[in-house]
C-alpha cells in the first residue's frame, strides 16, 4: 500500500481528512500525522512517504520549506498542498518546487480523491519506468560483460595459438591483442599436490588474487588441476632489475597464499624478458623445460631460467646399476651411515638425472625395488611379491618432491636393515622371517599362526614350536607385543584411542581395551593423556 502522512495544524481537518477520503480503496494507509512542520519532517525521515498531504502555513516549517527540504535531499514523494483562497504567492512558489498539485480550502473530498487518484497514477507509471530503466541497465551491463568476456577469450586463445606455435599465416597477432609494444615474461607454474580438488581450489586462488591485485597478467592455460601458465606484462618504464624484483615478490606472494589457505605448494618457472609476443613460444617452452628439469629437486619457489640449465642427462646411468656399497651399508651399517648414504645417493641421482622428475623416480624405482628384492621379497609367495613391488612403484609415483624422496627412501633402507638384523639375531633364519612377516602385516586382521606358516612354507605346528624356542613367547604373544608397541606409538602421536585398535589389526575395540590395559596396566585413553 502507498504510505501517506497528513499534516495540518488544525486537528478537526486532519480528523477529518482521515475518515472522510476511502484510503483502502485508494490502496493507501496513512502511515503519520503532523501538526507543525517539524513533526512532519520528522514523520518524512522515518517512513519516507509516498504522498504528503500538507497545509501551506503551519508553525515550525509551512508546507512551502518542506517541500523545499524534500527537493533539496532529493526525496521523492508526491506533495498535495492544502491552500487558502489568499496564499496565491505561495501557490507561484509551490508551482516552481514542483508541487503536485493544490487543494483549495473548504477541502471537497470528490476533488482530493481525484487528485490523489492521479497522484497513485504517477507513482505507477514511475515505478514502471524504473523497474524499466534498472533492467536496460542490467542488461547493457550483462551485454558488456558478455562483449568483454568474449574479448578476454579470444585474446587468451590467441596467446594460447602463438605460445603454442600455432599461428596463422598473415594474422597480426600484436593488433587483435593490443600489446604489440609490450614486454612480456612466460611463467609455468605446478603445484606440489596429486590431490585434484586442492589443486583446482588453488589455481583459482592464484587467479583470484592476481585480478584482485590488478597485474599486467594473463592466465593462459590451467591444466589438470595442477599446472597454470601465465603471461606478465612488465611496466615498460621498469628496469631489468626492478622486474626481477616484482616478480619474485609477486609470486612468492602467491605460492604464500597457496601454501597458506590450500595446505599445498608451488614452484613457478620463469622466462627471461622479451620485447612483444614474436617469440612467445620460445619463451613459453623455455619456462616449461626450466620447470620440467628442475621441479622435482628445486628448493626455490621461484626459478629464473638464467640461474638454471636444461642440459640433458649425461652418461652417469649405469653407475646406478651398481649399488653393492648401499647394500653393504644396509648389512652391516649403523643408522648415520645408512643417513649418510642416502644423502650421496640423492646428491649423485640428482646430478645424473639433472633433477628431472621421470627420470629421478625411474632410478629409485630401481634402486628400492632391488633393495627389496635382496632383503625381503625372495621369501614370499609370487602373489605377495607382486603385491609388494607394486606398492612400492605406487608409492614412489605420489612423492611430491626430493624431501618426500630423501624421507622415503630413508624410511625404507631402515626397515630392510632392521629386517636383515632381526634375522640374524636367531639361530634359525625361519624364526626371523616369521617375526620380519608379523613386524610387516601386524594391521592385518586375519594375520594367525597358520597364515604366517603357509607364507613360509612350513607347518604350523612346527612354526610355533620354532618361535618358542627362538624368542620364548608363542605366536599370539610376539603378535600382541608388536600390535601394543604400534597402538602406543599411535596414541603419543595423537591418534584417538577408539580408531588405534582398527588401525593395529583389532578388529573389536572392547578386546583391543582389554588386551592393552591387561599388558600395559592403563587404558588407551589413559596412557594417552599420560604420554602427553
Known amino acids: 500500500m502507498y504510505k501517506v502522512v497528513i499534516a495540518d495544524d488544525n486537528n478537526l481537518i486532519r480528523e477529518a481528512l482521515k475518515k472522510t477520503i476511502p484510503w483502502s480503496r485508494l490502496d493507501c494507509v496513512v502511515a503519520a500525522e503532523a501538526e507543525d512542520g517539524i513533526e512532519e519532517k520528522e514523520a518524512i525521515l522515518k517512513y519516507r512517504p509516498d504522498i504528503i498531504l500538507t497545509d501551506i502555513k503551519m508553525p515550525g516549517m509551512d508546507g512551502l520549506e518542506v517541500t523545499e527540504y524534500l527537493k533539496n535531499r532529493k526525496i521523492e514523494t508526491k506533495v498535495i498542498l492544502i491552500t487558502g483562497y489568499n496564499d496565491f504567492q505561495y501557490a507561484q512558489k509551490a508551482v516552481k518546487l514542483g508541487v503536485f498539485d493544490l487543494v ?66 598473415g594474422q597480426r597477432y600484436e593488433d587483435i591483442l593490443g600489446c604489440a609494444d609490450k614486454r612480456c615474461i612466460y611463467v609455468a607454474g605446478r603445484l606440489r599436490t596429486l590431490d585434484e580438488e586442492c589443486g583446482k581450489k588453488a589455481l583459482e586462488r592464484i587467479v583470484e588474487v592476481i585480478n584482485r591485485r590488478s597485474w599486467e597478467c594473463i592466465c593462459i592455460e ?38 597458506k589457505e590450500c595446505g599445498t605448494s608451488v614452484c613457478f618457472s620463469v622466462s627471461s624478458l622479451s620485447e612483444g609476443l614474436g617469440n612467445l613460444k620460445e619463451m613459453r617452452d623455455q619456462a616449461l623445460d626450466i620447470l620440467e628439469e628442475n621441479f622435482f629437486s628445486a628448493r626455490e619457489q621461484v626459478l629464473f631460467c638464467r640461474y638454471y640449465n636444461t642440459a640433458a642427462a649425461g652418461e652417469g646411468d649405469a653407475a646406478f646399476k651398481d649399488i653393492e656399497n648401499f647394500h653393504r651399508i644396509i648389512a652391516h651399517g649403523e643408522s648415520e651411515d645408512i643417513d649418510r648414504e642416502v644423502e650421496k645417493l640423492l646428491e649423485k641421482l640428482e646430478q645424473i638425472t639433472c633433477g628431472n622428475e621421470f627420470r629421478i623416480k625411474c632410478f629409485l624405482s630401481e634402486i628400492c625395488i632391488t633393495m627389496y628384492r635382496k632383503y625381503y621379497l625372495g621369501r614370499l609367495p609370487g602373489n605377495e611379491r607382486k603385491k609388494n613391488i607394486n606398492d612400492i612403484l605406487s608409492e614412489i609415483n605420489k612423492l611430491e618432491d626430493m624431501g618426500q624422496t630423501r624421507k622415503y627412501l630413508l624410511e625404507l633402507a631402515r626397515r630392510l636393515q632392521r629386517t636383515s638384523r632381526e634375522e640374524k639375531e636367531y639361530e634359525n633364519p625361519i624364526a626371523g622371517e616369521a617375526v620380519v612377516y608379523i613386524r610387516e602385516r601386524y594391521s592385518d586382521t586375519e594375520l594367525s599362526l597358520t597364515s604366517a606358516a603357509e607364507a613360509l612354507n612350513v607347518n604350523s605346528s612346527y612354526l610355533s614350536r620354532l618361535l618358542k624356542k627362538e624368542t620364548g613367547m608363542n605366536f599370539i604373544d610376539i603378535l600382541t607385543s608388536v600390535r601394543l608397541e604400534k597402538a602406543k606409538q599411535l596414541l603419543e602421536d595423537g591418534s584417538k584411542a577408539t580408531v588405534v585398535g582398527g588401525m593395529v589389526g583389532y578388529k573389536d575395540y572392547s578386546y583391543f581395551y582389554q588386551v592393552f590395559k591387561k599388558v600395559e596396566g592403563v587404558s588407551p585413553t589413559e596412557y594417552k593423556k599420560k604420554a602427553r
Open 222 to 259: 590451467q591444466r589438470s588441476g595442477r599446472e597454470i601458465e601465465l603471461l606478465f606484462l612488465p611496466d615498460k618504464q621498469d628496469s631489468a632489475s626492478m622486474i626481477d624484483i616484482r616478480m619474485k615478490n609477486r609470486l612468492r606472494e602467491l605460492a604464500g597464499i597457496v601454501e
Open 104 to 169: 483549495l480550502k473548504p477541502i471537497q473530498d470528490g476533488e482530493l480523491i481525484k487528485i490523489l487518484e492521479r497522484a497513485i497514477g504517477e507513482i505507477k507509471k514511475e515505478k514502471k519506468l524504473r523497474i524499466f530503466q534498472e533492467q536496460l541497465v542490467e542488461e547493457n551491463i550483462h551485454y558488456k560483460e558478455r562483449i568483454e568476456d568474449a574479448d578476454r577469450v579470444m585474446r587468451v586463445q590467441a596467446l594460447k595459438d602463438l605460445a603454442q606455435g600455432h599461428r596463422a599465416e
